[in-house]
């Protein structure tokens, strides 16, 4: 039950009545607009405010204080939550709510448990997110790992707003790329197997291609006895697999899966770009010059066409993106959201353009961008001392600290700001740890209702509390923290930014350390006592709530 929004639509309609009385009695022109409702910074502001009197300034063709003097004038709070309504600054109305009024969030919460929180608000929107998508070449490094802690949050943030998303790994398994990577580890086999050979510039350096190899003759021993081009032939398929196979095992041990893996190989072998080209042609989106062929993305914005065709006959990576934009549309999701890295930054105007060509709305594909991390370790950048290179991958992140530890402070910033991680903040055991922070305060949840169990106090039922009697300003704050939870889920889905909710969490267990630092749980106060259980049991909720969809784990001991 979304208690903040049920109050704030009650709150829209009584001022909506008031600005019809208003005119009604002369005092306004009208109509009402849509009112906005924000929570203001200062609690003495109130609980919530709205601009609707500077919105009305230009119809009205008033001072927007006068306007804002007519709807309080007119504004009739009996029945409702509204206690008090007062005007400041240039126009606001600052709304004061009854007290009682967040007292109703906790048997919402008792009545929904681990569901406190999901609403139908997205209307089960079917959305397609693809992230990490990784080259299948090389193991999975920092950047993808923070792609992957975020992606697969977003994609739980998203499904409990309402909206029906699916996640998608992308397989770049065909093309150049993987003809390289074939000749690379068959050198590097016949390199293994006693020869002496050169691996030339622009082919896969590094450790992790020796161990493909090494893999490929273990499980084929007699590998190299048969014909070049049937080695070639079997490791354009086997080498990509190898890899991402390990990206499937090292993203489940950090809690990222995906609905399905999608091969852009699959995809070139249906025949799915020659469909593509004619498709376009028919419609007028594609032509031939100069023995390519090619997509007519200017007229959609792009700053120049893009090849499909290559004068050879090769199709190009555009093209196979093209395709596979395509499929998605054509599986039936409305919106598609791709998470790239800042590298891929001058591809957003041809994929918008694209989008266009292909025959759909521009604002239908959404593209974020993961900005790059770096680890200090000893107040000093750290790199692995490991043959590979001097590259970090997820694995190596792993070693350094714990799973959830690496998704929670990914998950901290904003998607697309440089990121500086701490690994020795993200291992220490104290509240400046900020994971360690909030899931102390899970635990120390757990602590309080096993002490009061062994004193013969379970948790009641909502129905069986006076609610009323958490009245202290702490435990007053904790609940409306609590019964925000749903709109911070609402408003962190829809606007892509699930560091939303590692700041709600730090500000909900800070609100409980405060309430705990000042009220006593369990007291000689049988009623109050019973009270306070049912207040710290649903802060538990919450918290395990965000928490999970955040992937990361809501201890009960520490």
């Given amino acids: ?188 086999a016949q390199e293994l197997r006693g020869a002496t050979v050169e691996i030339p510039e622009g082919y896969y350096p590094g450790e992790d291609v020796i161990d493909c190899a090494r893999a490929l003759l273990e499980q084929y021993p007699d590998f190299l006895e048969k014909p070049e081009e049937e080695r070639l032939a079997f490791l354009e398929r086997w080498a990509p697999e190898y890899f991402r196979s390990g990206h499937e095992r090292v993203l489940r041990s950090y809690g990222v899966e995906f609905d399905r893996w999608f091969s852009e190989r699959s995809l070139r072998e249906s025949g799915a770009p020659a469909r593509l080209v004619e498709w376009l042609k028919e419609r007028g989106e594609a032509y031939e010059k100069d023995g390519a062929v090619w997509m007519r993305t200017t007229a959609y914005g792009d700053d120049k066409d893009r090849v499909l065709v290559k004068s050879d006959g090769e199709y190009t990576y555009f093209a196979a993106d093209a395709c596979y934009h395509k499929d998605k549309y054509d599986r039936g999701y409305a919106t598609l959201i791709d998470i790239l890295g800042q ?53 190596d992140l792993l070693e350094q600290v714990s799973v959830d530890a690496a998704r929670y402070f990914f998950l901290m910033r904003s998607l697309d700001t440089h990121m500086d991680f701490d690994l020795d903040l993200a291992n220490l055991k104290s509240s400046d740890n900020p994971v360690f922070y909030v899931q102390y305060a899970h635990a120390r949840i757990c602590s309080i209702l096993r002490q009061a169990r062994e004193q013969g106090l379970e948790v009641p039922a909502a129905s069986e509390v006076d609610t009323a009697l958490l009245a202290d300003e702490s435990e007053v704050e904790l609940m409306r923290k609590l019964a925000e939870f749903p709109e911070e889920i609402i408003g962190a889905a829809d606007a892509r930014e699930v560091h939303r909710i590692p700041r709600y969490l730090n500000e909900l267990a ?20 019973r009270a306070r259980l049912l207040l710290v049991d649903c802060t538990r909720t919450v918290l395990a709530n965000a928490l999970g969809i955040l992937g990361v784990s809501a201890p009960e001991r520490m």
């Fill in 1 to 188: 039950m979304r208690i903040v929004e049920q109050i704030k639509s009650e709150i829209r309609q009584a001022l909506a009545d008031a600005v019809s009385r208003a005119v009604a009695a002369g005092a306004l022109v009208g109509p009402a607009p849509e009112v906005f409702l924000e929570t203001p910074k200062a609690r003495e502001h109130g609980d919530f405010a709205t601009n609707l009197a500077m919105v009305m300034a230009r119809q009205e063709k008033k001072a927007p204080r006068v306007i804002a003097q007519a709807i309080v004038d007119h504004l009739q709070t009996e029945g409702t939550w509204i206690e008090s309504a007062e005007i400041a600054g240039p126009g606001f109305i600052n709304l004061r709510l009854r007290q009682g009024w967040v007292h109703q969030v906790l048997p919402a919460i008792q009545a929904e448990g681990a569901d406190y929180g999901k609403s139908d608000h997205g209307g089960k929107q079917r959305i397609l997110l693809e992230y990490v998508s990784a080259n299948p070449t090389g193991p999975m490094v920092l950047v993808q790992a923070r792609a992957g802690a975020f992606g697969s949050s977003l994609a739980r943030l998203l499904n409990w707003a309402g909206y029906e998303c699916h996640t998608e790994f992308y397989v770049n398994d065909a093309g150049n790329q993987v003809k390289i990577l074939a000749r690379t580890v068959d050198l590097r």
């Fill in 343 to 395: 590298d891929h930054h001058g591809y957003l105007g041809r994929m918008k353009a694209m989008v266009e060509c292909l025959g759909h709305p521009r604002d239908s594909l959404e593209i974020l961008f993961t900005q790059m991390v770096r680890l200090f370790k000893d107040g000093q950048e750290f790199r692995m001392s490991k043959r590979r290179g001097n590259y970090v991958t997820l694995e």
């Fill in 510 to 529: 800070t609100l409980f350390h405060q309430f705990y630092s000042r009220c006593r749980v369990v007291s000689d106060d049988v009623p109050l006592s």
